[in-house]
């Protein structure tokens, strides 16, 4: 049986379960549901919470506390992982690196931890969905909203305070049967760390992450996932960089890559994590542990968004998640993959045009310039005409590349480089195609820039926030990589029948 609070999302599923109950996803509802189909005198009927997000595990501790027993992740091991003070006392216990940060039980506790760890910090409520209230803090003031938006913060809700790190982020979803752990793939994200995973490009197998990484990578799975002792799925997120690899979090239920993985890889996650919930182990399904041998192949996901149907919706990116779609790619070139993907979802620019216009206008925060001119010469290989604000606009003369200078806003000055044309007026004339606007570590300027990126989705122009992304998408549009776009296969001749393989052992 299933319990669904959005017909839309099973619109074409009806198949899926036996029986299928459209009812609110709260604990009188699912108990109402749970009681109706149980056989008078018998126990109540267990439920799985792994499979619907982060709202069925929510509903763990009431339905545990009615009598109903849960498959997969009992309430202990969700209590552990979800609860931000118990997790990092685990982290600790294991000796896993996590970022240096701290519990905050109060808004003084927070702003004390803030000062010593240092400016910019990463907010993590505990029991969140989507990454709802998760957001970056640039400044004293920025904390105390961010506090604000968390609502709660006292001594049974308190919140993680972190330090945020740059890197590279590393998605990773495994099936454990309590003894082993078989890890089907990595997922490596395009954009830095700080980018929701449902909200970021994910490459499989990863490109940049070193075989050793990977390896620490899937030991550190291994032993978290044995140490909370989940049977099912579990998901976790890492941010790899030069220092060292770090574990950011862990959720005892299927994320939203499994759809992805299972398909790219040929692994019936689902069915796995199912069965072994019920109490088969992964040798006698045909399955050992450890990190799958990924087929001869790349796979991108992209995210598919609607903010262009939705005005008033800033089109930017970071830890709360806006997308409500994903695409894949497929192909054996890495690039060709990552083009197929984002002109799948929509995150390339249309080619520049007479008619359509060929300004590119670039607003670029200072972090993000060392991929600048990487940006410039695909758009102007592309046939774009560069415009930009003042401090891009001298990068980009640094580098090269000649720039149209456009100042903020109407009333903004440019100094010393004399008068620019207003910012909105020139997003208004039709001649913009693109607009890469990535928000700057700062109150003010990451602020004041969501005018730009408002007026572009309001005049339905491609807005891309992440440096990564937009230099994905310059180059797609390179003709080597768009002329082999075409170049298709059935996902049966890309992926391995690991089915067959697993019933052959």
């Known amino acids: ?197 449902g909200d970021s490009v994910g490459v499989f197998p990863p490109q940049t992450v070193s075989e050793g990484d990977q390896g620490l990578i899937v030991a550190t799975m291994e032993r978290i996932v044995l140490a909370l002792g989940v049977r099912g799925l579990v998901n976790a997120q890492f941010i790899v960089r030069d220092d060292g690899v770090y574990l950011i979090e862990v959720n005892p239920r299927a994320s939203r890559t499994v759809p992805f993985m299972s398909k790219v890889t040929g692994v019936p996650m689902v069915e796995l994590a199912v069965r072994i919930a019920l109490g088969a182990t992964l040798s006698e399904l045909g399955w050992s542990g450890g990190l799958l041998v990924p087929p001869d192949l790349v796979a991108v996901k992209a995210p598919a968004f609607s903010t262009a149907k939705l005005r008033g919706v800033d089109p930017s990116v970071g830890p709360g998640m806006q997308s409500t779609g994903e695409v894949i790619g497929i192909h054996s070139d890495p690039a060709v993959a990552l083009a197929k993907a984002l002109v799948a979802a929509s995150l390339v620019p249309p080619r520049p045009s007479r008619q359509g216009g060929s300004l590119a206008l670039l607003s670029i925060a200072d972090r993000d310039k060392g991929l600048l001119g990487r940006l410039a010469g695909a758009l102007s290989r592309a046939g774009f005409e560069l415009c930009a604000t003042v401090g891009t606009a001298r990068a980009l003369a640094a580098l090269g590349f000649p720039s149209r200078l456009v100042a903020k806003t109407a009333t903004t000055a440019v ?90 052992r």
Do not use: K
């Open 1 to 197: 049986m299933l319990i669904n609070s959005n017909p839309e999302t099973v619109s074409t599923d009806f198949d899926a379960s036996s029986r299928l109950y459209f009812e609110p996803l709260d604990s009188e509802s699912v108990l109402n549901v749970i009681e109706a189909e149980t056989r008078p005198g018998e126990a109540l009927l267990p439920v799985f919470v792994q499979f619907g997000g982060q709202t069925p595990l929510n509903l763990a501790a009431p339905l545990a506390a009615a009598g109903v027993t849960l498959l997969g992740a009992d309430l202990e091991a969700i209590d552990q992982s979800e609860d931000r003070t118990r997790f990092s006392a685990l982290l600790d216990r294991l000796g896993i690196p996590q970022p240096e940060g701290g519990m905050a039980h109060s808004a003084d506790e927070a702003q004390t931890l803030a000062e010593r760890i240092g400016y910019p910090v990463i907010v993590r409520p505990s029991f969140v969905i989507g990454g709802l209230a998760i957001d970056f803090a640039y400044s004293p003031g920025d904390l105390i909203r961010q506090l604000a938006v968390a609502t709660i913060v006292d001594p049974d809700r308190p919140v993680r305070i972190d330090r945020y790190l740059e890197g590279v982020e590393v998605d990773v979803d495994a099936i454990s049967d309590g003894t082993i752990v078989l890890i089907p793939g990595l997922l490596e994200h395009v954009e830095r760390a700080g980018v929701h995973s």
């Open 415 to 504: 100094p010393d480089v004399g008068d620019g044309v207003p910012i909105l007026e020139l997003i208004g004339s039709g001649a913009v195609r693109l607009v890469v606007n990535t928000p700057t570590p700062q109150s003010g300027a990451l602020r004041d820039a969501v005018e730009i990126r408002l007026a572009a989705t309001a005049e339905g122009i491609l807005c891309l926030t992440a440096i990564e992304t937009a230099v994905a998408a310059a180059e797609a549009l390179d003709p080597a990589v768009a002329g082999r776009l075409a170049e298709v296969r059935s996902l049966g001749e890309w992926v391995p029948d690991r089915r067959r393989v697993a019933a052959a």
